[in-house]
Structure formats: structure tokens, C-alpha cells
């Protein structure tokens, strides 16, 4: 019943930044788990970071360049990317999880409903 639409995605040189968003309809339950994965062509969608009730969590290949947060009143959560890199290249996904205690926040197994995904290109 959870509709997830992520935009913001687009080309950008190495070093720039880009802001994604991901906008949240008919949600059904309350405090889910937010994360966000990529996926590369030929490659397994990974995990990037995720919102949770204590705060943040980043995959180590971002930490200290993306961060995400939550607006509620909008029913929005965004990703900042800032010193992108090529590698950085893939098509990104907002995604959903019923909160429990000690989940793997960063399995996409732990995920109920995903977005339909935004292509980030970062080129050299």
C-alpha cells in the first residue's frame, strides 16, 4: 500500500553534488525504516544509508560525503551527495521497512515496498 517516488537524479561531474528525494504515499504503519540502495548495471543493488528511530546509517563507500534526512511535514526524505565520484554511477532506490529491533537496516531482504528508481550518471 506504500507508494515511493525518488527524483532528483541527473548528470554531474566528478566532485558535484545532487539532491534526491523521495516522496511517501498511502503509508499504512508508522515509524518504518527508510534506506536508500543503488544499483549498477551487472551489479546487486546495495545499500547506501538509511533513517532510522536513532538517527543515521551509511554504507562506508559514503560516509561523510551523503546524508540523509527526513522533512515529515512533506512526507520526504532526501539524499544530499555531495563530492561524487564515478563510481558513485548507478540507479538509486528509496525503499521501506517495517521497524524492529536489531534489523539489518542494510539487507534489501529487510525491505517491503521500493521506489521506482532515479539515474545518478557522475562522469570524470
Known amino acids: 500500500q506504500v507508494q515511493l517516488v525518488e527524483s532528483g537524479g541527473g548528470l554531474v561531474q566528478a566532485g558535484g553534488s545532487l539532491r534526491l528525494s523521495c516522496v511517501a504515499s498511502?503509508?499504512?504503519?508508522?515509524?518504518?525504516?527508510l534506506g536508500w540502495f543503488r544499483q549498477a548495471p551487472g551489479k546487486e543493488r546495495e545499500f547506501v544509508a538509511a533513517?532510522?528511530?536513532?538517527?543515521?546509517t551509511y554504507a562506508d563507500s559514503v560516509k561523510g560525503r551523503f546524508t540523509t534526512s527526513r522533512d515529515n511535514a512533506k512526507n520526504t526524505v532526501y539524499l544530499q551527495m555531495n563530492s561524487l565520484k564515478p563510481e558513485d554511477t548507478a540507479i538509486y532506490y528509496c525503499?521501506?521497512?517495517?521497524?524492529?529491533?536489531?534489523?539489518?537496516?542494510?539487507?534489501?531482504?529487510?525491505?517491503?515496498?521500493w521506489g521506482q528508481g532515479t539515474q545518478v550518471t557522475v562522469n570524470s
Open positions: 533513517l532510522l528511530r536513532s538517527g543515521t
Open positions: 525503499a521501506t521497512a517495517l521497524y524492529s529491533r536489531g534489523i539489518n537496516v542494510s539487507s534489501r531482504t529487510s525491505y517491503n515496498y
Open positions: 498511502g503509508r499504512t504503519v508508522s515509524g518504518d525504516i
